[in-house]
């Protein structure tokens, strides 16, 4: 048991110099090599995509009041249609995107559990948690909570947070544009 605390004591050392960040980040390189990078390109292309769309929503909305200012029956029908069109695209690439991020969470969740699971049980002292009197009570409901957790995050990132980013940046390049 002395062999055992002086590995805690050695494990609990090194966990605690590291920063949240580079935490974070060794999660995401362990997340992704167990779920592969490929869904994550593919849902950063996703993201490019739906920034095309909203592009050419505010196209077709300019288009369609010009054609109701304008009185312009055949350019409103135009824009009926392509916005129609346009909507139904939408659709499509926002069920791809669902669908995507539920697989990479899921692979996520079942490759990041397996892994942090074994390392529980080859030293019990991967997992520190801390709390008010510094015990796990289930460290194996811990482990699968947290991750599921990190999972369903990561995996949602890409609308939560990558695609408002890039419409923002976007929406500002074209209005600086309009203003001028």
Known sequence: ???????????????????????????????????GGWKIVGLSGLVIVKIGIAWVSMSQTQDFFSALMGRDVRLLQKTILASLIRGLVQVGVDTV???TERQLQVEMLTGLTTHL???????SSFYVLKNIDGRIEDMDSRISDD?????EVVSEMWSQ?????????????RFARTVE
């Not at 699971?117 to 030293?123: A, E, H, I, R």
């Open 147 to 151: 991750v599921n957790k990190f999972c």
């Open 1 to 35: 048991t002395a062999d055992r605390e002086t590995r805690k004591a050695q494990f609990k050392e090194r966990f605690e110099s590291v920063g949240a960040l580079s935490r974070f980040f060794s999660l995401m390189r362990l997340a992704v090599k167990q779920s």
């Open 117 to 123: 699971q074994n390392k529980v049980l080859d030293d």
């Open 161 to 173: 947070f990558a695609l408002p980013l890039g419409r923002i940046l976007v929406f500002s390049a």
């Open 97 to 99: 995107q669902r669908f």
